[in-house]
């Protein structure tokens, strides 16, 4: 089968496939979230890494390949 000749159909029929599934969804229960009374923090630092160097001129980059 040569997909980039059916590419077209291929699309089409994934795109119906889910224009079906999402109205065959629709009639289902809602997602319900659920709310935590209080969130329990045991670390609360966040650890930050700053990282300062010069830049590599064109020579010094040639050099480490």
């Known amino acids: 089968m040569n997909i980039r000749k059916n590419f077209e159909a291929i699309f089409l029929g994934a795109a119906a496939l889910g224009l ?28 930050v890494v700053v990282v300062k160097a010069p830049r590599l001129s064109v020579a010094e980059k040639a050099g480490l390949k």
Do not use: C, F, N, W
């Open 20 to 47: 079906v599934a999402s109205y065959a969804t629709a009639a289902g229960r809602p997602v319900e979230v659920v709310k935590q009374e209080s969130a329990i923090l045991i670390d609360s630092t966040m650890h």
